[in-house]
């Protein structure tokens, strides 16, 4: 009995296949909006209020300047964009253009002080959450929780 062998599918080379451009991924690919990049279109996959960070399309489009500066419509490109500047707190601002969910990093970001716990006087990351604000000031995890406590 002769087995025909099987027609393999023709694909592209792997190198020529596009690419996520944030995690690699060859399949579920789309473009961007914002920056015509290849991109996994998974954000199907957050679930609501899960915080989590499994999305490359959602980390992008919320996480980045690139996606916040097409997002609010602004002219222009992005990493010249005034209004994206004034829009975030300068330690945001250059974390929204420097992180891992940019296909493209701002050159130059500016500097900052860290932000402080109003209270205690320890570091908070803002991008990392665990805080709380009230007007100007914020406080870290600790502090809040006392302050509710009382």
Request: proline share 5%.
């Amino acid at each position: 009995m002769n087995k025909k062998p099987k027609k393999r599918k023709k694909s592209l080379p792997q190198k020529d296949k596009p690419r996520c451009g944030l995690c690699g991924k060859t399949k579920n690919l789309v473009k961007t909006e914002c920056c015509d990049n290849w991109i996994c279109d998974d954000e199907q996959k957050y679930v609501l209020f899960s915080y989590a960070r499994n999305s490359c399309y959602r980390n992008h489009r919320r996480f980045t300047l690139c996606g916040y500066h097409h997002t609010e419509g602004h002219p222009g490109k992005w990493q010249d964009c005034q209004i994206c500047k004034e829009s975030f707190q300068t330690e945001m601002y250059v974390w929204s253009g420097t992180n891992e969910y940019n296909f493209e990093k701002l050159e130059s970001p500016p500097k900052y002080e860290p932000t402080k716990c109003s209270k205690c006087g320890n570091i908070i990351v803002l991008s990392e959450g665990g805080y709380s604000s009230l007007g100007k000031d914020y406080f870290c995890e600790i502090c809040t929780e006392i302050e509710l406590d009382d």
